[in-house]
Nanobody, 121 residues
Framework: QVQVMESGGGLVQPGGSLGLSCTAS????????WNWYRRAPGKQRELVAT???????SYRDSVKGRFTISRDNAKNTVYLQMNSLNPEDTAVYHC???????????????WGQGTQVTVSS
């Protein structure tokens, strides 16, 4: 069993910055891919950023140059640094870890409960 939990959400003014983190725990052998998703009110969930096991990153166009995803493999943790936030970034942010469990090397695909990010003056 693998669990992930996000932290770091909150209220920030337009133009401000916020950092999110997400830590996985349980029978983890390796996390291959970390994803950050978000779901805004009344909208579909969208992929925000991805980081692979060799630190290859990708971002949706609307956050390129503003958001940075990074990972700490020793801590089974992923981060999302968000700068120059605007109201359109308001959403619940979820992290997603895809990897392999110890002992069996079976795959896992774990999701966090989400953390609210609100950008408002």
């Amino acid at each position: 069993q693998v669990q992930v939990m996000e932290s770091g959400g909150g209220l920030v003014q337009p133009g401000g910055s916020l950092g999110l983190s997400c830590t996985a725990s349980g029978n983890i052998f390796k996390i291959n891919v970390w994803n950050w998703y978000r779901r805004a009110p009344g909208k579909q969930r969208e992929l925000v950023a991805t980081i692979s096991s060799i630190n290859i990153t990708s971002y949706r166009d609307s956050v390129k140059g503003r958001f940075t995803i990074s990972r700490d493999n020793a801590k089974n943790t992923v981060y999302l640094q968000m700068n120059s936030l605007n109201p359109e970034d308001t959403a619940v942010y979820h992290c997603n870890a895809i990897g392999q469990m110890t002992s069996t090397l079976a795959s896992f695909n774990a999701w966090g409960q989400g953390t609210q990010v609100t950008v408002s003056s």
